[in-house]
């Protein structure tokens, strides 16, 4: 079945490390997104990708670093520029932009600064 | 700049009783809309989207919205909720112009389905 994949599941970082989240989707989509998900914030905007080896600044996006070398594959890196990682994060994809297609999400990573 | 407020953070209901979460976006060209729906430590589903045509959507689960551009209102509703129900939902919008798809979300609304 196509989907989003997203691993680890759950992840714990110690101050000032570096940790990657991986994103990967199996639906043939052009486009991705990184969102970070607070109690009580909804969902913020980290990065977004159109096209492969391409990519924009979101909302929210000091502290944080993506890449696009492949079309199924968007991580995200958390720096330790980023002061307060501790969130869920969410990686979505659509099939195109300004046509009302709707995202789809994968399960989502929990971290945790330790 | 797009925005939407969901004006309910927490809505508890007791079981088979109807529902409504609110949904209101600031936009003043066309927009599209969504609702999603998240069970605890999951990823986001959609429940329906609003693109053009009849104001009134039907979604999975037996959900409908109600389009209403003079309000700027995107309205949830269910005539009678289930356990099963308990979630959180958001509501979301895309302003479909310039070629670029950024859906800008609501802060959710967390709904609690008692027996």
């Known amino acids: 079945d196509g989907g989003i994949t997203q691993s680890p599941k759950y992840l714990f970082r110690k101050e000032g490390q570096n940790v990657t989240l991986s994103c990967e989707q199996n639906?043939?989509?052009?486009?991705m997104y990184w969102y970070r998900q607070d109690p009580g914030q909804g969902l913020r905007l980290i990065y977004y990708s159109q096209i492969v080896n391409d990519f924009q600044k979101g909302d929210i996006a000091e502290g944080y670093s993506v890449s696009r070398e492949k079309k199924e594959s968007f991580p995200l890196t958390v720096t330790s520029a980023q002061k307060n990682p501790t969130a869920f994060y969410l990686c979505?994809?659509?099939?195109?932009?300004?046509?009302?297609?709707?995202?789809?999400f994968g399960s989502g990573t929990r971290l945790t600064v330790v | 700049a797009q925005s939407v407020t969901q004006l309910d953070s927490q809505v508890p209901v007791f079981e088979e009783a109807p529902v409504e979460l609110r949904c209101n976006y600031s936009s003043s060209v066309s927009v599209y809309l969504f609702w999603y729906v998240q069970y605890p430590n999951q990823g986001l589903q959609l429940l329906l989207k609003?693109?053009?045509?009849?104001?009134l959507v039907k979604g999975i689960n037996g959900f409908e919205a109600e389009f209403n551009k003079s309000q700027t209102s995107f309205h949830l509703r269910k005539p009678s909720v289930h356990i099963s129900d308990t979630a959180e939902y958001f509501c979301?919008?895309?302003?479909?112009?310039?070629?670029?798809?950024?859906?800008?979300f609501g802060k959710g609304t967390k709904l609690t389905v008692n027996p």
């Open positions: 979301a919008v895309i302003t479909p112009q310039g070629g670029s798809e950024k859906l800008v």
């Open positions: 609003y693109l053009s045509g009849s104001t």
């Open positions: 979505a994809s659509s099939i195109g932009t300004g046509r009302g297609y709707g995202y789809t």
């Open positions: 639906l043939n989509h052009d486009a």
